[in-house]
């Protein structure tokens, strides 16, 4: 039997686990994980089952847990979304916060100076920003930790005072320390991009457990909606336009099918209420109401809902014993992920006679093994596994069932796997894929909350303040606000949006911004940014014009298959900028552009005739021309129209351009012949 056991263990330790994490993008940014499992990682004994004392008798069902550290499950405690995040802008932003509920007076002088800092930024007043300034620094002297929070994010930026990161660092260094998790969200982001694992992890560990407790606050879980507001250099009209919440065309056509009697729209207009999903207010009254109204006409998916809701005690008094009816009622109609609504109140004994891990162990394999599309199976399943509730443990078994819940999205999953990682439970530590995993689940806590609004006030045309709350979860690490942040910099850079050390922002300070901004943004995977960091570096906007620079920003979107940043790599080889000049791999760069994107076919038809010139006319006036045209096109505009079209000179440049023509094609049309001249029959005779 030992042999046999060695032989197993053997095998699965040659075993290849390769899962691809598909992010969506509510979870993060929808980029891939890949995570490999290989021999070397695996912690020697930990592949099967473990010890002794769980060999115990499970025929009851009904066993001890094995630790109380977390509930995994969760209690689904009363806890706000401002417990969980103390110092919040959310109040503020609301305006839901009244005088009677300030506590002391540094309190008082820290909502005065984020007012005032609101005020300057949505009204362009930069002189209202000093004073919002003076504030914070009262508030903060006096060790308030959200003041100090606050002055480090504008020290970050350099928004009414002089750009300091050493002066950002330590304000956030004491906020952190004072209890500010958005502070402790911005170091663990520092010394994430530093590659201090060792430091980032403790405290993407702690938000990443605090973003899981939000998600069984039973009231409302925070909500973090990723939209991007720009699509490339263009903005993103359609993401936009499905953000408007109830004034979105597609909503109130949804709505209209409802009240046409759609149980499916019912459903809908339910998910949209109940989550505040595409700029619609969350409203659990509304959501209760459609789901009821879906459920008459035997909608299985909003049976569902209002046993989660039950259960919760979101929009209704909590009833386990009404949540557990809709469960069932949802799951007899082939609704198979409200299984896991029953196996949940088997776990916690909620709604039935006792606790019972068998029953709720097979209520999860139900679940897991039928459509489970968002992963909770999965993650039941696996849990079980990891504590031996239930089960025998089994680390590696485990291990699968959270990589299947965390491919479906479930944030949760992605916790447990980090949690392995960082404490080595049955792995061999792995600090930055722990780091990686937990900055995933931590950028899902109540702080990203902050996206939504900014989103609001951009919608509304409050550009500044859109900007200002952008750049403020930008600091944190979220990928989506650095680009919007930068896009909007880039966009709106003739208005005064941008505050910085002394009155709105000058073109190098808004450019510098930018560039930080898109520099962040390509480090975390966005080739947009990579390509704009390119041209800052090419054109010397926000810092030192350096060509080689420039190129390696290219390669790197090149690297993510951005036409671009091809084009620009040909372009850079045909005139010897940070590259030595070779036509050759100009036309390939040129050509891969073209296939990547087809729509590039005509700057890169005018590229290829370009090349073409040189190769052929070299030396010639030909080429001094076309050398000249990037100095002559600033002027382009005024140009065509004063001399173009006034002047009646359309004819000459439409015959210059042919003449340009007939020469390309000439010569092409004498290379093509001299590749079908017939070869000479060699007489053997």
């Not at 998790?181 to 457990?209: D, G, H, I, N, P």
Request: overall charge negative.
């Amino acid at each position: 039997m030992t042999d046999m056991g060695s032989l197993r263990r053997s095998r699965l330790l040659k075993i290849l686990f390769m899962f691809v994490l598909t992010i969506t993008p509510i979870l993060a940014s929808g980029r891939q994980f890949i995570l490999f499992l290989e021999d070397e990682e695996v912690k020697e004994g930990a592949q099967g089952e473990l010890g002794a004392e769980d060999n115990n008798s499970l025929e009851s069902g009904v066993i001890k847990e094995d630790s109380d550290e977390w509930d995994e499950f969760g209690d689904m405690e009363d806890r706000s979304v401002d417990e969980l995040d103390p110092g919040s802008w959310r109040k503020i932003l609301e305006k839901t916060l009244s005088r009677d509920n300030i506590s002391s007076t540094e309190e008082g002088l820290y909502i005065s100076g984020v007012n005032k800092m609101m005020f300057a930024v949505r009204e362009g007043e930069p002189e209202l920003m000093k004073e919002a300034i003076s504030d914070l620094h009262l508030a903060a002297q006096s060790g308030y930790a959200h003041a100090q929070s606050t002055l480090g994010f504008l020290y970050d930026i350099g928004s009414g005072v002089e750009q300091s990161d050493a002066k950002a660092f330590l304000y956030h260094h004491f906020a952190a320390e004072g209890g500010n998790f958005q502070s402790k969200m911005a170091l663990a982001y520092t010394y994430y991009r530093l590659q201090m694992y060792e430091k980032s992890v403790k405290l993407y560990a702690e938000l990443a457990s605090v973003a899981v407790a939000s998600f069984f606050s039973f009231k409302e879980s925070p909500l973090v909606e990723s939209v991007r507001i720009n699509d490339g250099a263009e903005e993103n009209k359609e993401a936009l336009r499905k953000s408007r919440g109830e004034e979105d065309d597609d909503f109130q056509i949804i709505e209209y099918q409802a009240q046409k009697g759609s149980a499916v729209a019912m459903y809908r207009l339910g998910i949209f209420y109940y989550f505040g999903l595409r700029g619609v207010r969350r409203d659990h009254g509304k959501a209760l109401s459609w789901f009821l109204r879906a459920v008459e006409k035997g909608d299985a998916n909003s049976m569902e809902f209002l046993g989660e809701m039950y259960a919760r005690g979101s929009g209704v008094e909590r009833n386990f014993t009404r949540a557990l009816e809709w469960f069932k009622a949802a799951s007899r109609r082939k609704r198979y992920s409200a299984y896991n609504g029953i196996g949940y109140l088997y776990m916690k004994g909620h709604g039935v006679e006792k606790k019972n891990y068998t029953m709720a162990r097979e209520f999860f394999k139900k679940a897991a093994e039928n459509d489970d599309l968002n992963g909770h199976g999965n993650y039941n399943l696996g849990v079980l596994y990891l504590k031996g509730l239930g089960v025998k443990k089994h680390i590696m078994l485990a291990y699968r069932y959270f990589i299947t819940a965390a491919n479906a999205g479930q944030p949760k999953a992605l916790y447990q796997l980090a949690k392995m990682y960082h404490e080595g439970i049955g792995l061999k530590k792995d600090l930055k894929t722990a780091t990686t995993l937990y900055k995933l689940v931590a950028e899902r806590g109540p702080w990203g909350s902050l996206l939504r609004w900014a989103l609001e006030c951009y919608l509304k045309g409050q550009t500044g303040r859109a900007l200002l709350l952008y750049s403020r979860v930008a600091e944190l690490g979220y990928e989506v606000a650095q680009s919007n942040a930068a896009w909007v910099l880039d966009k709106f850079g003739e208005y005064d949006i941008c505050i910085g050390k002394s009155g709105f922002c000058s073109d190098f300070e808004r450019h510098q911004r930018a560039h930080t901004l898109w520099w962040h943004a390509s480090e975390q995977g966005n080739e947009h940014a990579a390509l704009l960091i390119g041209d800052a570096y090419y054109y010397g906007r926000g810092t030192d014009r350096d060509f080689e620079r420039a190129v390696e920003a290219y390669m790197h979107a090149h690297s993510q298959v951005n036409a671009q940043a091809m084009f620009n790599l040909g372009y850079m080889h045909e005139h010897g900028e940070g590259l030595p000049i070779d036509l050759h791999l100009a036309k390939r760069y040129y050509d891969q552009a073209l296939e990547t994107d087809p729509a590039a076919r005509l700057p890169v038809m005018f590229a290829l005739l370009s090349v073409w010139i040189r190769k052929n006319y070299g030396g010639s006036c030909l080429v001094t021309l076309i050398d000249s045209l990037p100095h002559m096109l600033p002027n382009l505009g005024s140009w065509l129209k004063q001399t173009l079209i006034d002047d009646g000179n359309v004819t000459l440049v439409t015959l210059f351009a042919c003449l340009l023509t007939v020469l390309y094609l000439r010569d092409r049309q004498r290379r093509l012949a001299a590749q079908v001249v017939p070869q000479p029959q060699v007489n053997n005779n």
